[in-house]
């Protein structure tokens, strides 16, 4: 299983952004995104849950940022609105395979790579 993030980028206070994840091999419903702002530990955003029928969200970011998956296409998305500089990290989409998924890093078996999100003010 693989999954790669892209979508990153430099953007102003208040814009919004989408960053897409593609996923390489089977990984059931659970997958989501996790940030890491600088000089900070990695931090839960957005993910769904193992049925795919429910959404964890961080407490202070729901209502700006959203996800969203295309089965198909093997892709999931994060859109994010209304960015603040407090927003700038490296976004990660991650998938938790046969751990379930959750709002914990542990709780996930597989990462992609970041993209970096740097809004500016």
């Known amino acids: 299983v693989q999954l790669q993030a892209s979508g990153g980028g430099v953007v102003e206070v208040g814009d919004s952004l989408t960053l897409s994840c593609v996923i390489y091999?089977?990984?059931?419903?659970?997958v989501g995104w996790f940030r890491r702002a600088p000089g900070a530990e990695r931090e839960f955003v957005i993910a769904?849950?193992?049925?795919?029928?429910?959404?964890y969200y961080a407490h202070d970011l729901e209502g700006r940022f959203t996800i969203s998956r295309h089965i198909a296409k093997n892709m999931v998305y994060l859109r994010m609105n209304n960015l603040k500089p407090e927003d700038t990290g490296v976004y990660y989409c991650?998938?938790?395979?046969?751990?379930?998924?959750?709002?914990?890093?542990?709780?996930?078996?597989?990462w992609g790579r970041g993209t970096q999100v740097t809004v500016s003010s």
């Open positions: 769904y849950n193992r049925n795919g029928d429910g959404i």
């Open positions: 091999g089977e990984i059931g419903y659970a």
């Open positions: 991650a998938a938790a395979g046969s751990r379930g998924g959750g709002m914990e890093e542990d709780d996930y078996e597989y």
